[in-house]
């Protein structure tokens, strides 16, 4: 392939020009605004390096509000991948109909887009106050979903099933291909072998797909800790979770200081960065038989 | 043969309403090495995961060691099974892999990792324990499967098409490694395959399976020799079919293009006008006469293709034509297309297929 | 057993789908009392508001469309064919949006790009709908760059780009009439996509006070009763839609030929 031959020094910038348009980019509309917030988040209100930003964070409401979005999206994140793993195993190795699988995952590519506030509008239509599910429960059965059960669609819990409308497809989405990777002729050896339906899925099928649903689970956190729009149109503006303490820090500097928000937003940007790092370094360990 | 280790009585199976095997019968005495041959979709791997328990028969049993085991789940029946390719478990090591039989047994640590040693010695692996498949051949990851099936002592070892995956070389050796190491362990062993060669070479007996049926049993020679059908005969080596018609039934004359064949009593159930199928192997028939091979044709050389040490000659007969092998000569030429020839053969060695 | 469980599986993790979906098409329809009725949905296309917000973030999917597919297909091509060595750091920063919440990026633009800044892309509306553009084209990045690097993947380029050179094509050539045709529903799918996420996104559109649908969404929603569950509706047509289009591109797209590698 003489096109790809190891170019000359007089070449290298002809090179290069082919993809400065993407770099370009990805420096002023990516990289730059993370660190631009890095930098505004240890910066004082004189200029000059300060700590005294990122210290600001640490208020009960402050710590509340990223602790409340750390839950929110670890439950969602879990709930979507186990829903997901259980729905996905059941169309790969359940035996359902073959015809099932095609549109499961069809459905699957729009319920994953589909988030946001139709996502919100959806689920007040159905469990909100008025919703379908809530009338139906007191017109037909006498139960009051709130004061029986607790569930309230505005509160953290709420938030955590409608995450899942868009959590659990995800997982669909990434883990079906990961299933259908494991190879028939694995079971059957292990069963041959002498092993149980369990032993199998301990010692072969869940190491072999560990790596994927490690990764899921961090992109899943990922998504519902920066979602917005959803959470906004269920509980409004006063609902304590680090994106919407953020969007509200944005609109009107409700923190009172420019610079504790980037260090908010820096902290958010940290517990994502962490959540991939734990993933990477855990599929590093995982990893050693894969070339 | 004494009580048969391996039965497969009456089997039948169906996949909804069509018969992917029929009635199939076979006894394998123990430590015997049968192989399966057959085209492909004959049924072969069917009756291979029957016996495994992967497949329930529809109808019929299969005992092993007096067992019948017909309704037994796979992991209850401590059979061994290597699969065509990839069955290693690759986030394993090698010796993982093979201590896994042993492992979900709860058998302990130390039995475990001697037993461990012993089956990387008996394949010859010792330095590779700690690898991962991704990191082996082909050839050593089929050796580790054989390995980590006979682990835990199998009673019964299946081969479903180990060596198809592997290039031609690696398949002879490690099909000779196979054989080794089944008669040093006398393990009684079905080897399913569709190479005829791999089949004859290493198998105590061979079963020619076709259309879901058993179409013969036999030794190698026998299967070689002595196809008992049409099918047979063709599958398993070259063969050479001339169009015959009987002019005499009683004597066993048949006319054979210009030339005329007596094969004595072989033409049971042909009458005068009946048009037969002759069959003869290429090493069967002699450029020339030859002692002991008294019937002649007279033909012209049509073809001949230089193999090495044997130069394979078409000689053409009228309307007919029939491939035979002569040994290499430094000393003499090969013959020459378009040269007269005659052909030579015994009787005795004629197929008739009807 | 087996098959009860899985069947268990199935059918309960559907009602997470099947029960929002019911219930605000249930309530999309009920505005009139006592009886079914599209009024919900007359109510909002008869609203010039959502006419105009629809129409605006119409236009800024299909820009950002163009825009994404002449920043991302060339560079793929580029990474493929000449650069492969930096196939790892084009990937990660493509990856980048999935792991940075849009809130943060957004919060950097603002920062960056106000009025007193070097770059000042806020001071107009023509400058913030660029920037707009722009963030959205990042939003889109990590779908936009998988799907083209799939496509390229199934084509040798290699071959294609010496075959066109070899007839005297110029790049721009190469790139509209060889490489494009070839990765057209590669390029569709990330295209469909794209627009399914544009089309109805609030944050960035909301912090950049733009007259976009998803700003729009938010103000009906929180002033209307039945309005949101019809505007939910459509838009999940929309998405359907657009995922409805990417499959049948596939599906309709002639095979390109199988390559050995
Ligand atoms: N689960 C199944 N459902 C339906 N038909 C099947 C099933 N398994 C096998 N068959 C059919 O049974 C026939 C025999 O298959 P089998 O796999 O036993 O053939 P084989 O002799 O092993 O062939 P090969 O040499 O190609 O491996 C084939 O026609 C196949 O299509
Ligand atoms: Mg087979």
Redesign the pocket.
């Known amino acids: 392939m003489s096109l790809a031959s190891p170019s000359t020094g007089r070449r290298l910038p002809t090179q290069w020009l082919g993809v400065a348009p993407f770099f370009l980019f990805a420096f002023l509309f990516l990289i730059l605004p993370a660190l631009s917030i890095v930098v505004g988040a240890f910066r004082g209100p004189e200029g000059g390096f300060t700590l005294a930003n990122v210290a600001g964070l640490n208020t009960p409401n402050i710590r509340n509000a990223y602790w409340v979005s750390i839950r929110v999206s670890f439950w969602s994140a879990l709930l979507g991948c186990l829903v997901g793993f259980a729905m996905s195993a059941a169309v790969v190795f359940g035996g359902l109909p073959r015809f099932i699988r095609s549109p499961l995952l069809t459905f699957s590519g729009v319920a994953s887009n589909f988030a946001g506030l139709p996502l919100a509008f959806a689920f007040i239509a159905t469990l909100g106050p008025a919703g379908l599910i809530t009338v139906w429960l007191r017109n037909d059965f006498g139960i009051n979903l709130r004061g029986a059960t607790g569930f309230n669609l505005f509160s953290t819990t709420g938030l955590i099933v409608t995450y899942l409308f868009f959590q659990v497809p995800l997982m669909i989405l990434i883990i079906t291909p990961a299933l259908d990777g494991l190879r028939r002729e694995w079971r059957e050896a292990a069963e041959m072998l002498g092993a149980t339906s369990l032993q199998y899925w301990r010692m072969v099928a869940f190491p072999i797909l560990l790596p994927s649903l490690l990764g899921t689970f961090a992109l899943l956190f990922a998504n519902s800790f920066g979602a917005v729009a959803t959470a906004f149109a269920l509980a409004g503006p006063q609902l304590n979770i680090a994106p919407i303490l953020l969007f509200s820090q944005i609109r009107g500097d409700v923190l009172g200081s420019p610079g504790l928000g980037y260090a908010l937003a820096l902290g958010m940007i940290v517990i994502t960065g962490l959540a991939n790092t734990l993933y990477l370094w855990l599929r590093s360990r995982t990893e050693r038989w894969q070339k | 043969m004494a009580e048969p280790f391996l039965k497969i009585d009456h089997v039948r199976k169906t996949?909804?309403t069509?018969t992917?095997v029929q009635d199939f019968n076979l006894d394998v005495g123990s430590g015997e090495f049968i192989s399966f041959l057959?085209?492909?979709?004959?049924?072969?791997?069917?009756?291979l995961r029957m016996v495994a328990g992967f497949e329930e028969p529809t109808s019929g049993s299969i005992v092993v060691g007096g067992k019948d085991v017909t309704r037994l789940r796979p992991n209850q029946r401590n059979i061994g099974m290597v699969f065509q390719a990839y069955a290693l478990f690759p986030n394993l090591t090698v010796a993982q892999n093979i201590a896994f039989g042993l492992k979900v047994a709860g058998e302990p640590r130390a039995d475990i990792e001697k037993r461990v040693a012993e089956m990387l010695d008996l394949i010859k692996l010792q330095q590779f324990g700690d690898r991962y498949p991704y990191q082996l051949s082909g050839g050593q990851q089929q050796r580790v499967a054989l390995a980590r099936a006979l682990a835990p002592k199998p009673k019964l070892l299946l081969l479903d098409?180990p060596l198809s995956a592997l290039d031609a070389k690696v398949r002879v050796s490690l099909r000779d490694e196979i054989r080794a190491i089944q008669k040093e362990l006398g393990i009684t062993t079905v080897f399913?395959t569709?190479d005829q060669e791999e089949a004859l070479s290493i198998s105590d007996r061979i079963v020619v399976?076709y259309g879901?049926k058993a179409e013969q049993v036999g030794t190698p020679f026998e299967i070689y020799n002595r196809p008992a059908t049409k099918f047979v005969a063709n599958f398993v080596g070259t063969l050479n079919v001339l169009e015959g018609t009987v002019t005499d039934a009683a004597s066993g004359r048949v006319k054979v293009g210009s030339g005329e064949v007596l094969l004595k009593d072989k033409l049971n159930g042909s009458k005068a006008g009946d048009t037969v199928s002759l069959a003869l192997r290429p090493e069967a028939i002699s450029l020339g006469r030859q002692p002991g091979r008294e019937t002649t044709l007279g033909g012209e050389i049509s073809e001949v293709s230089f193999l090495g040490s044997v130069i394979r000659v078409r000689v053409g007969l009228g309307q007919e034509a029939v491939s035979l092998d002569t040994f290499n000569s430094p000393a003499s030429p090969p013959p020459a297309v378009g040269d007269k020839a005659e052909i030579s053969f015994s009787p005795d060695d004629v197929l008739v297929l009807h | 057993m087996k098959r009860f469980f899985a069947w268990s599986a199935f059918l309960l993790g559907s009602l997470i789908f099947i029960l929002p979906l019911i219930g605000m098409t249930e309530f999309s329809l009920s505005m009139r009392r006592g009886e079914y009725s599209f009024d919900a949905y007359a109510s909002v296309l008869s609203d010039p508001q959502f006419r105009q917000t629809f129409t605006y973030s119409v236009v800024m999917a299909l820009v950002t469309i163009v825009f994404g597919i002449l920043l991302v297909v060339p560079t793929a091509y580029w990474v493929r064919l000449r650069m492969p060595h930096l196939r790892p750091i084009v990937e990660f920063i493509t990856l980048m949006p999935l792991v940075i919440p849009a809130i943060v990026i957004v919060f950097g633009y603002i920062r960056l790009y106000n009025t007193s800044s070097w770059l000042p892309l806020t001071g107009t509306s023509t400058g913030t709908n660029i920037l707009l553009m722009f963030g959205y084209t990042a939003l889109a990045l990590p779908y936009m760059y998988r799907a083209v690097d799939t496509g390229l993947r199934s084509i040798d380029i290699a071959t294609l780009t010496e075959a066109a050179q070899s007839l005297g094509a110029g790049w721009v050539t190469i790139f509209g009439r060889v490489i494009l045709p070839n990765v057209f529903v590669a390029v569709l799918s990330g295209a469909f996509l794209t627009f399914a996420i544009v089309i109805g996104e609030f944050t960035l559109a909301a912090l950049l006070n733009r007259p976009a649908f998803g700003p729009y969404l938010q103000l009906v929603g929180a002033n209307k009763a039945y309005e949101p569950s019809a505007l939910a509706v459509i838009s999940f047509v929309i998405t359907w839609l657009c995922m409805g289009l990417i499959q049948i591109v596939v599906r309709l797209a002639p095979k390109p030929p199988a390559q050995s590698h």
Request: hydrophobic share 25%; proline share 5%; aromatic share 6%.
């Open positions: 996949f909804g069509t992917v057959g085209p492909s979709g004959c049924g072969k791997t069917t009756v098409e399913v569709h399976m879901g």
